[in-house]
């Protein structure tokens, strides 16, 4: 949560900061602000709003100055207003920080600093790093910062400038926030990731736990300031340089109307792309950066899933997956629940931990969990250094490339198909009766890049039935076995896109209470592509339809059945049954998308939401 950027150089800071604002909204865009220092003075601009708020509120004024800090927020403590905007300074605006997580501590903080006399402006534990660091200041801004560091707990990242040391940053992260050091010619630049940086720089170095970066025009010294590193082996940051290879575009909108739209359509380079290289022509799988050892595949009693939202949705389609074929139980949890309720887990579990952003901390403090009772983590992520990728034992990365639009799409198609990988690749490890299903899985990934297509090329007739669907208020999915999680993840893209409430059922549990709210007219979509449940489901097409909803098949191109009973259907091909779940899920992305464009909302970046959620 939250967007930070900062700059030291020789070019003005000002536009720098607000295009790299622009590029982190989808991180938090409740408020934004930036802090420009020139000389021994320093410039802060605040509001509530958006980063186009923050630009209306600056136009007109001239603020120049090769140093500075900027910040969208997505609120924690206190309201999203002008005050609680960040930077925030201290009482003598001698210090500015921007700031991403939570400083644990902040009410006993806040007590002691009025005791001390410090008048506290906002509602945000921000500002109490601001006096803390004015407080411990003696000449040395480092000394002053990496003692205020000391004195504050959570998980955070944040950048602190100040108008005594202009031509100078301070950075420091600890636990899930990420923090990236851009790399430049006599300049440098800090953010919270790395493709707001990628029209600047493409040299980077991630800043890991514990660690505190003194930025300087033409230097990066990196300290810790906590005793103890937390994770990761550390070396001097000059050997720490990455070299990012994405093109400087690949985050721009690139003539879309929305990133949403661009990632959905992105969807058959993703699936390409994660697959490439890892799928034999022979159908065997290897994964060359995975060096998962065989003993511990073959030992594992359990496969465990762990995940949040839509990334908990691909471990779902997991559970489908793994279980019947590596006759193995396999558990999905919320990793949010999971972690306080003192789970039984040992050294025999392998934990597949799936997140887009591998910084989500409910995702990474129940990894953190089960590695401190000896499980092995596999990690299903999608950003190369981020920090489910750097403590998880193994990472499969999935190859989405970066999304932007906070409903995740793209990434999810990556995390299925990633799954498909992994299933084949641990069956080559432990004896089961499916060589021919997996074969044919194996065979149905390589065509599934141009199914997806074909669902793309029907877009039309989609948006047509969403403009109809647009018009009510509640909807109900419906679908078994690997249709039921993607009845899930269809139901929560419609939710935080177009804000029509939403609910998604296993077919048959709806007949045990929530059939009751089915009226005439009532929407259904009801998903029906898995052929093994195929007339267990039309039954329970039937039983909604005796009510007279209105349902909407989500039905295979060969289905005559379903499409002669319903009125409305949306047709995606036919695929093997362990594949669905991927032309399905896309046929529900853009209606989702496009009820949400026609209900007028914001589609990258929907209410109330932040796509990195690195807050618990
Ligand atoms: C929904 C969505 C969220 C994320 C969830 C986990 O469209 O994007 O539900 O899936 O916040 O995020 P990651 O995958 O980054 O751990």
């Given at each position: 949560?939250?967007?930070?950027?900062?700059?030291?150089?020789?070019?003005?800071?000002?536009?720098?900061?607000?295009?790299?604002?622009?590029?982190?909204?989808?991180?938090?865009?409740?408020?934004?602000?930036?802090?420009?220092?020139?000389?021994?003075?320093?410039?802060?601009?605040?509001?509530?709003?958006?980063?186009?708020?923050?630009?209306?509120?600056?136009?007109?004024?001239?603020?120049?100055?090769?140093?500075?800090?900027?910040?969208?927020?997505?609120?924690?403590?206190?309201?999203?207003?002008?005050?609680?905007?960040?930077?925030?300074?201290?009482?003598?605006?001698?210090?500015?920080?921007?700031?991403?997580?939570?400083?644990?501590?902040?009410?006993?903080?806040?007590?002691?600093?009025?005791?001390?006399?410090?008048?506290?402006?906002?509602?945000?534990?921000?500002?109490?790093?601001?006096?803390?660091?004015?407080?411990?200041?003696?000449?040395?801004?480092?000394?002053?910062?990496?003692?205020?560091?000391?004195?504050?707990?959570?998980?955070?990242?944040?950048?602190?400038?100040?108008?005594?040391?202009?031509?100078?940053?301070?950075?420091?992260?600890?636990?899930?926030?990420?923090?990236?050091?851009?790399?430049?010619?006599?300049?440098?630049?800090?953010?919270?990731?790395?493709?707001?940086?990628?029209?600047?720089?493409?040299?980077?170095?991630?800043?890991?736990?514990?660690?505190?970066?003194?930025?300087?025009?033409?230097?990066?010294?990196?300290?810790?300031?906590?005793?103890?590193?937390?994770?990761?082996?550390?070396?001097?940051?000059?050997?720490?340089?990455?070299?990012?290879?994405?093109?400087?575009?690949?985050?721009?909108?690139?003539?879309?109307?929305?990133?949403?739209?661009?990632?959905?359509?992105?969807?058959?380079?993703?699936?390409?792309?994660?697959?490439?290289?890892?799928?034999?022509?022979?159908?065997?799988?290897?994964?060359?950066?995975?060096?998962?050892?065989?003993?511990?595949?073959?030992?594992a009693r359990r496969v465990l899933f762990l995940g949040?939202?839509?990334?908990f949705h691909a471990g779902l389609v997991g559970q489908y997956l793994f279980e019947p074929?590596l006759n193995v139980p396999v558990q999905v949890e919320v990793a949010?629940e999971f972690r306080?309720r003192?789970p039984v887990v040992g050294?025999d579990d392998l934990v597949v931990a799936i997140?887009?952003?591998?910084?989500?901390?409910?995702?990474?403090?129940a990894v953190?969990g089960v590695?401190?009772r000896?499980a092995t983590v596999v990690?299903?992520?999608?950003?190369?250094?981020?920090?489910?990728?750097?403590?998880?034992?193994?990472?499969?990365?999935?190859?989405?490339?970066?999304?932007?639009?906070?409903?995740?799409?793209?990434?999810?198609?990556?995390?299925?198909?990633?799954n498909?990988?992994?299933?084949?690749?641990?069956?080559?490890?432990?004896?089961?009766?499916?060589?021919?299903?997996?074969?044919?899985?194996?065979?149905?990934?390589?065509?599934?890049?141009?199914?997806?297509?074909?669902?793309?090329?029907?877009?039309?007739?989609?948006?047509?039935?969403?403009?109809?669907?647009?018009?009510?208020?509640?909807?109900?999915?419906?679908?078994?076995?690997?249709?039921?999680p993607?009845?899930?993840?269809?139901?929560?893209?419609?939710?935080?896109?177009?804000?029509?409430?939403?609910?998604?059922?296993?077919?048959?549990?709806?007949?045990?209470?929530?059939?009751?709210?089915?009226?005439?007219?009532?929407?259904?979509?009801?998903?029906?592509?898995?052929?093994?449940?195929?007339?267990?489901?039309?039954?329970?097409?039937?039983?909604?339809?005796?009510?007279?909803?209105?349902?909407?098949?989500?039905?295979?191109?060969?289905?005559?059945?379903?499409?002669?009973?319903?009125?409305?259907?949306?047709?995606?091909?036919?695929?093997?049954?362990?594949?669905?779940?991927?032309?399905?899920?896309?046929?529900?992305?853009?209606?989702?998308?496009?009820?949400?464009?026609?209900?007028?909302?914001?589609?990258?970046?929907?209410?109330?939401?932040?796509?990195?959620?690195?807050?618990?």
């Open positions: 949560m939250c967007g930070i950027v900062g700059y030291v150089g020789k070019n003005d800071a000002l536009p720098i900061l607000m295009a790299g604002l622009t590029s982190l909204t989808y991180r938090g865009y409740d408020s934004a602000g930036v802090a420009v220092v020139n000389g021994t003075s320093m410039h802060v601009v605040k509001c509530a709003g958006k980063v186009g708020d923050l630009a209306a509120r600056l136009d007109g004024t001239t603020i120049t100055g090769t140093t500075g800090i900027g910040h969208t927020r997505w609120a924690t403590h206190g309201e999203p207003s002008d005050v609680n905007a960040h930077p925030h300074t201290d009482s003598a605006g001698d210090f500015a920080v921007v700031h991403n997580g939570i400083f644990e501590n902040s009410n006993e903080l806040r007590e002691r600093l009025r005791a001390q006399g410090c008048v506290i402006r906002s509602q945000t534990d921000t500002e109490l790093f601001a006096h803390l660091v004015a407080l411990n200041y003696d000449g040395s801004f480092e000394a002053a910062v990496k003692a205020a560091l000391s004195q504050v707990t959570g998980a955070f990242a944040l950048v602190v400038a100040s108008r005594l040391h202009p031509g100078m940053l301070i950075a420091a992260k600890l636990d899930t926030p990420p923090l990236v050091v851009g790399i430049g010619a006599d300049e440098l630049f800090v953010a919270s990731d790395i493709s707001s940086l990628l029209r600047f720089t493409k040299r980077v170095v991630i800043l890991e736990d514990g660690e505190m970066a003194v930025l300087t025009p033409k230097n990066v010294y990196v300290d810790l300031f906590r005793a103890e590193p937390v994770i990761g082996r550390r070396r001097p940051a000059s050997e720490r340089v990455l070299s990012v290879d994405w093109p400087a575009d690949i985050a721009e909108r690139g003539g879309y109307p929305h990133f949403m739209l661009k990632e959905i359509e992105e969807q058959p380079r993703a699936i390409r792309d994660t697959l490439r290289d890892r799928l034999l022509d022979d159908g065997r799988v290897l994964l060359e950066e995975f060096a998962l050892p065989p003993s511990v595949i073959r030992r949040c939202g839509t990334a074929v949010s306080y003192q050294p997140s887009q952003s591998g910084e989500t901390a409910d995702t990474v403090s953190r590695q401190e000896g990690a299903i992520t999608n950003v190369v250094g981020s920090t489910l990728s750097r403590i998880a034992d193994h990472v499969l990365l999935t190859r989405a490339g970066p999304e932007i639009a906070v409903a995740s799409t793209k990434a999810f198609t990556a995390q299925v198909v990633a498909h990988l992994l299933l084949m690749y641990l069956a080559q490890y432990r004896p089961h009766q499916h060589d021919k299903l997996l074969y044919q899985v194996g065979q149905g990934l390589r065509q599934l890049g141009d199914a997806v297509e074909r669902v793309l090329a029907r877009a039309d007739a989609i948006k047509a039935f969403a403009e109809r669907l647009a018009e009510h208020e509640d909807v109900y999915f419906i679908g078994r076995n690997l249709d039921e993607i009845a899930r993840e269809g139901s929560l893209k419609l939710k935080e896109i177009s804000y029509i409430h939403s609910e998604a059922y296993a077919a048959g549990e709806l007949k045990h209470g929530t059939l009751a709210l089915l009226s005439p007219g009532t929407p259904v979509i009801a998903i029906a592509t898995q052929s093994e449940i195929y007339e267990k489901m039309v039954s329970n097409v039937q039983e909604v339809l005796a009510r007279k909803a209105w349902v909407t098949g989500l039905i295979a191109d060969d289905d005559t059945e379903l499409r002669g009973m319903l009125a409305d259907s949306l047709v995606v091909p036919r695929v093997n049954d362990l594949l669905a779940p991927v032309p399905n899920v896309v046929a529900l992305q853009l209606l989702a998308y496009h009820c949400g464009v026609a209900r007028g909302c914001d589609i990258d970046q929907p209410r109330n939401l932040a796509k990195s959620v690195t807050v618990e």
